[in-house]
């Protein structure tokens, strides 16, 4: 499946091959906003930063942005404050900085446009003013090999607080794309740029195909002078009031829609039926509230044998809403021991059939599962988990615990995988704000757990593992 397919039709119809370039810049075009703010609060929570360090470099950004002081002479005035840091503790720094907030940053709409340009065999490159701290982390997720940005300069493992020159700024970007073009074999005339900004108008100008995204006031103007196709995304950045409305309310209706249930189970005795009403309610409240549409291909494997072990890669909070369309009634699941403890989302999941496990004790979190081995064998639910265990920060695919398999095993029924391509775009993790968007998912046939043994274990969790590998058309770590 292709995402954002109207976005990406050009790409595929562009000829393909090393020689087309596809240049990104950073700030602005694959994140919303600016990675430089993020740093800077975390070097003022690390100490490394002062109160009156903190207002010089509001003051050299300031006269940054009023055009009385160049781009290098602000990476001089800032990278002062760093002199006699480890590099390798702000490469840490950058790693972590991605995993919590920038990563959450990403246009999916961007994300969507490397890909495409990957699968052309096109040569991606990151051309960025920031520095490998800021961009590095983003550039692997997204995989793009190719990094141009600024260095700062580093003796013996630690900061100088000095800046290498030429910097990745303006004309300094188009030096980094020729020396790299020279190098790769590259044509910049029939290679693309994508930028938000009108400070990298020398490389816009330069490569065959310039294409602004989400840009600025000045470079919205001189694109529509030239004619080049302008591209806006709202899928990040700050939510509005109407997104955090819905939003609330969409978390909200997992509590109305348990109350929905309680008539039902008070007039038919039927515990089970206000269970899969309370779900269905659920699953289409939510997705209406969120604007959650959904695209699935094999939707008939969901319902070729029952009960059966559904397991989903976890991107997004909105995975439980995905899970309850697709899956609809006669399901249990299994969350993290720590939601018991609320008042009220806690007692609505436990009425769910929703199995609380403490994630850090593996031999306790089986023996917890055991009740749920009951509920397939006696009752013939069936059971949905992640087994990666907790959301990923991006669509890479993270390790597989084996705690499903355990219990596909132990209840003698198969598992079905579901791979969720873009969950990504409804909530990456870390956001409370729900976004509208269409998921791709795809539905596998059941694999049949007959044979299976716990002593052959570690295979059966590689060969699941890889199915959702060659459908998210990723590699093997």
Same mark, same amino acid.
Request: one cysteine or more; proline letters at 5%.
């Given at each position: 499946?292709?995402?954002? =397919?109207?976005?990406?039709? #050009? ?15 950073f %700030?602005?075009?694959? +994140? $919303?906003g ?10 003022v ?28 002479? /602000? ?11 480890? &590099?390798? $503790?702000?490469?840490?720094l ?42 590095e ?18 003796? %013996? ?25 020279d ?19 020398? /490389? ?8 602004p995204?989400?840009?600025?006031? &000045? ?8 004619g ?90 909105? %995975? ?8 609809r009634?006669?399901?249990?699941g299994?969350?993290?021991? &720590? ?8 007692r ?30 006696? &009752? ?17 695919l993270a ?10 095993? =132990? ?8 791979? +969720? ?18 998921? #791709? ?13 716990a002593?052959? +274990? ?16 990723q590699?093997?770590?």
């Amino acid at each position: 499946m292709a995402l954002h =397919q109207d976005l990406i039709a #050009e790409i595929q119809k562009a000829p393909g091959g090393p020689k087309i370039g596809a240049l990104f810049d950073f %700030d602005g075009t694959l +994140i $919303s906003g600016y990675s430089a703010v993020t740093f800077v609060q975390a070097q003022v929570r690390r100490g490394d930063l002062s109160v009156a360090d903190f207002l010089e470099l509001l003051g050299a950004a300031t006269s940054f942005g009023l055009g009385s002081m160049g781009f290098s002479a /602000l990476m001089v005035a800032t990278s002062q404050f760093l002199r006699g840091i480890s &590099e390798d $503790s702000y490469i840490e720094l950058g790693e972590a900085l991605f995993q919590t907030r920038i990563a959450r940053l990403v246009y999916p709409e961007s994300r969507a446009l490397v890909q495409a340009h990957l699968r052309r065999g096109h040569t991606v490159a990151m051309v960025s003013s920031a520095t490998p701290y800021q961009v590095e982390p983003a550039a692997r997720d997204l995989g793009i090999e190719h990094v141009l940005c600024t260095h700062l300069e580093v003796k %013996d493992g630690v900061l100088t607080g000095g800046v290498v020159r030429p910097t990745c700024f303006g004309p300094g970007k188009v030096v980094a794309a020729e020396r790299l073009a020279d190098k790769l074999g590259v044509d910049l005339e029939q290679s693309y740029f994508y930028s938000d900004s009108d400070d990298d108008i020398e /490389l816009l100008e330069r490569v065959g195909h310039a294409r602004p995204l989400n840009p600025n006031r &000045e470079l919205t103007a001189i694109a529509e002078r030239r004619g080049w196709p302008i591209r806006r995304f709202a899928s990040r950045g700050r939510p509005g009031v109407v997104d955090w409305a819905r939003s609330i309310a969409a978390t909200g209706s997992l509590v109305t829609s348990f109350l929905a249930g309680l008539p039902i189970w008070a007039l038919t005795g039927s515990r089970r039926k206000a269970q899969n009403f309370s779900f269905s309610v659920f699953a289409d409240t939510a997705s209406a509230l969120i604007g959650l549409d959904l695209n699935i291909k094999g939707e008939e494997h969901l319902w070729e044998q029952r009960p059966a072990v559904f397991v989903f890669n976890h991107q997004s909070k909105a %995975d439980i809403v995905i899970a309850a369309r697709l899956l609809r009634r006669d399901i249990a699941g299994v969350g993290k021991k &720590e939601i018991g403890n609320l008042p009220i989302l806690g007692r609505v999941l436990e009425f769910g059939g929703v199995v609380l496990i403490d994630r850090q004790n593996a031999a306790g979190a089986i023996k917890a599962m055991t009740p749920l081995v009951d509920v397939m064998r006696k &009752e013939g639910k069936s059971v949905c988990l992640a087994p990666e265990g907790t959301r990923t920060v991006s669509p890479r695919l993270a390790p597989f615990k084996k705690g499903a398999f355990h219990l596909a095993i =132990q209840a003698g029924v198969p598992i079905v995988p579901i791979v +969720i391509h873009n969950a990504l775009d409804v909530a990456p993790k870390g956001s409370f704000v729900f976004r509208p968007a269409t998921v #791709e998912v795809e539905v596998l046939p059941p694999v049949d757990t007959g044979d299976w043994s716990a002593e052959s +274990i570690n295979d059966h969790v590689a060969e699941v593992r890889g199915m959702f590998l060659d459908v998210l058309g990723q590699d093997a770590e």
